[in-house]
C-alpha cells in the first residue's frame, strides 16, 4: 500500500469552476500535511499547509483535513488557466521534532487542466 | 533572500564519469533534502541533513554521496554516472521544527548518456 495516494488525473475542469484534489494516507500518526504546485518544467511551490481537522482557507484555496478518515484535500475556487499545473500532496508522518522523522512523504501528484 | 539555489540548471555526462551538484540556502535552515524526480513521477528522497556534518540516506541513495560542512551548503556528488541517474534533481531546505515546511530550489536536469 502506497503511504500517500492521489489521483494520477489527468482532471479537467472548467474556467471559473472549482476543482478537488484529494490525497489519501496511510500513517494514522501523521501531523502535517502540505500542498505543492508544480508546473511542468519547474520546482514544487508550497501553496497551502494544514495541521489541525478542519477547514484551511487562503485566497482561492482551501485545504480540509480530516484525520478519522485519513484524507486531505484541496479545492481551487473560481479555477483559472493559470491553476493548471500537478498538484502534489506531501505527508510528514511525525512531528519533525521527533528524530528521525524530518522527512516528508509525497504521492505521485495529481495533473490539473483548466479548460478556458 | 535568494532561498535555495541550485547549480548547474543542466548538464549532460557520458557514462562513468562523476560530478557535483550544487545546492545553497540563505534562510538558515538546519533542514537540507535532495530529491530526484523522474519523468510522471512523485519525488523520491535521495539524502537529507538536520544539520551541518549530520547526514542520512533516503529511500534512494545508491550512486550517490553527500556532505554538510555548513549550514548553507549541501552538494550532491554523484560518481560513476548511470544512464538510471538520468533525472531532474531538486534540493529543498526546512527550518527546524514541527511542522517542516520544504522549499525548493529550481532543480538541476541531468542526462546521462
Redesign the interface.
Known amino acids: 500500500q502506497k503511504e500517500v495516494e492521489q489521483n494520477s488525473g489527468p482532471l479537467s475542469v472548467p474556467e471559473g469552476a472549482i476543482a478537488s484534489l484529494n490525497c489519501t494516507y496511510s500513517d494514522r500518526g501523521s ?2 500535511f ?1 500542498w ?1 504546485r508544480q508546473y511542468s518544467g ?5 501553496i497551502m ?1 494544514i ?1 489541525s481537522n478542519g477547514d484551511k482557507e487562503d485566497g482561492r484555496f482551501t485545504a480540509q483535513l480530516n484525520k478519522a478518515s485519513q484524507y486531505v484535500s484541496l479545492l481551487i475556487r473560481d479555477s483559472q488557466p493559470s491553476d493548471s499545473a500537478t498538484y ?1 500532496c ?1 505527508v ?1 508522518p511525525r ?3 521527533d528524530f528521525g522523522n ?3 512523504t ?4 495529481t495533473r490539473l487542466t483548466i479548460i478556458p | 533572500n535568494a532561498g535555495v539555489t541550485q547549480t548547474p540548471k543542466f548538464r549532460i555526462l557520458k557514462i562513468g564519469q562523476s560530478m557535483t551538484l550544487q545546492c545553497t540556502q540563505d534562510m538558515n535552515h538546519n ?1 537540507m ?1 535532495w530529491y530526484r524526480q523522474d519523468p510522471g ?3 523520491k ?1 535521495i539524502y ?1 541533513s ?1 544539520g551541518a556534518g549530520i547526514t542520512d540516506k ?1 529511500e534512494v541513495p545508491n550512486g550517490y554521496n553527500v556532505s554538510r560542512s555548513t549550514t548553507e551548503d549541501f552538494p550532491l556528488r554523484l560518481e560513476l554516472a548511470a544512464p538510471s541517474q538520468t533525472s531532474v534533481y ?1 534540493c529543498a531546505s ?1 527550518m ?12 538541476t536536469r541531468l542526462t546521462v548518456l
Do not use: I
Open positions: 501531523q502535517s502540505f505543492y519547474k520546482s514544487p511551490e508550497l499547509s495541521y502534489l506531501a510528514n512531528l519533525s521534532t524530518e522527512k516528508l509525497f504521492g505521485t501528484g | 533542514y533534502y513521477m512523485g519525488l528522497l537529507y538536520v533516503g531538486f526546512s527546524e521544527g514541527p511542522y517542516n515546511e520544504q522549499f525548493f530550489g529550481p532543480g
